[in-house]
């Protein structure tokens, strides 16, 4: 099976702090995912990669950035920490448009206060 | 527009009943349909996959449904267990672009 580690359960940042969420998965699968989710709205995009230094954008890209130098990693930037940025993160990855192997990582609570 | 939409948006049963969920999707072209399961505070874990052929797949309790031709889904859960308490997501893929449609789950708590 394939395994999603994100790097931290919970974070706990400021408002204005640079923050890095790491998310590594360990087949060798060419799509990554980076999703937030809160009460009431679901799973939201914010980014997808389909190949390392490939990004797009997803539904709700604004205040993210992602980066992607090597296949097996995919970081979720936060270039200023604002408070409703406060949510579950969620990366996941897969390979391919039918996605069989598409695993969640465990997922990044983030607190911005 | 592609969408996915849950019913009921939350459900309490007592253990050892079965319940149904229910998933209807709007996404074209459809690809496939995936339930996840979700403990609190925890990622999805997918239970079943679903393509356009399949009418049915199970995975132990777990028995999802899919009628392609009236774009609706259901996950049945038999004989309720109390680990079964938590959110049921349904995620239907488009057969182009590599795109997923998620849909806000339904909250599932086992009662005792």
């Known amino acids: 099976d394939v395994k999603v580690t994100q790097s931290s359960r919970y974070l706990v940042k400021r408002t204005g702090e640079k923050v890095f969420l790491e998310c590594v998965q360990d087949m060798d699968h060419e799509n990554m995912f980076w999703y937030r989710q809160d009460p009431g709205l679901g799973l939201r995009l914010i980014y997808f990669?389909?190949?390392?230094?490939?990004?797009e954008k997803g539904d709700i890209p604004e205040g993210y950035s992602v980066s992607r130098e090597k296949k097996e990693r995919f970081s979720l930037i936060l270039e200023s920490a604002s408070t409703n940025q406060t949510s579950m993160y969620l990366c996941?990855?897969?390979?391919?448009?039918?996605?069989?192997?598409?695993?969640f990582g465990s997922g990044t609570r983030l607190t911005v206060v | 527009k592609n969408q996915v939409e849950q019913s009921p948006q939350s459900l309490i049963i007592l253990e050892g009943k079965n319940c149904t969920l229910q998933?209807?999707?709007?996404?074209?072209?459809?690809?496939?349909l995936r339930w996840y399961k979700q403990d609190t505070g925890r990622g999805p874990v997918s239970l079943t996959i679903?393509?356009?052929?399949?009418n049915t797949k199970s995975n132990g309790r777990y028995t999802a449904t899919l009628d392609a031709d009236t774009k609706q889904s259901s996950l049945h859960i038999t004989a309720s267990q109390l680990s079964d308490s938590a959110s049921y997501i349904c995620v239907v893929s488009r057969r182009t672009g590599n795109q997923f449609y998620f849909g806000t789950g339904t909250s599932l708590t086992v009662i005792p």
């Open positions: 990669s389909y190949d390392v230094k490939m990004k």
């Open positions: 996941a990855a897969g390979i391919g448009a039918e996605n069989y192997g598409y695993t």
């Open positions: 679903m393509t356009f052929s399949e």
């Open positions: 998933c209807n999707y709007t996404v074209s072209p459809f690809s496939n």
